[in-house]
């Protein structure tokens, strides 16, 4: 019942005496409307993705789904094609970075990529209640959060606050293979690649991968050419 009255909540869709199964999928989460259509795979959501980069860093954006008639189907429920975890830095923003609407992204975002329980909470939300076919972890040049963790390390000073726990996180992923600016960026790459780990290790979360319900993608957005390739 408590997970019932949570997909609503933040579906936006009302609780009704007929929508009380636990194990049936919700309007929000399976609608696919003509005029507001979704991708419906892992691949098709990457092509997706994909493609709004393309527009994106060629200066050929379309805006899509901001127009009133999508706005006013958006108050029955939701349906993102993509769940992207990012980083907080305020460059890398992802609707715009993949040219997507209103709609069209589940947006996570904290410093790193750090997962935590509400952070994790969130991805599965995205993934177990409404279906969604694509987890996009993705990491940008120049983190400061990367940066400020390796130069924590090396310098063993303790950072303000709570950023010292974002700096904790970080750390198991520095590349101590090479130095200086180097770490920082291997380091970047690192964390995508642990946190896509850890994401792909959840039972619930692997179990949908298993049966090509659910891809869980590492990725890089350069800030140079707004270029956002895979990471393997």
Known sequence: MRRTLLRAALTGTAVTAGAWALDG????????????????????????LNAGNRRWRTFREKHPHETHAVRRE???????FAVVL?????????????????????????AGEVLDEAV???VAYGVLELGIP?????????????????????????????IQYIADQIKPAIDHSVTGDARIDATISAQVRL?????SAEPDLAARITTGRLAIVGARYELTNQLVHRIT
């Open 195 to 199: 946190v896509r780990a850890r994401l």
């Open 120 to 122: 994790l909470g969130s």
């Open 134 to 162: 694509l987890v996009l972890v993705l990491g940008h040049q120049s983190c400061g959060a990367v940066s400020a963790a390796v130069r924590a390390e090396e310098s063993g000073e303790e950072l303000p606050a709570h």
């Open 86 to 110: 990012g980083c907080i830095d305020s460059r890398v923003p992802p609707e715009l970075v993949f040219d997507q609407g209103l709609g069209d992204l589940m947006t996570v975002r904290s």
């Open 25 to 48: 999928p919700t309007a929000s989460a399976t609608t696919r409307s003509a005029e507001w259509p979704r991708p419906a795979t892992p691949e098709a959501a990457l092509k997706e």
């Open 74 to 80: 958006a108050v029955s429920g939701q349906h993102p």
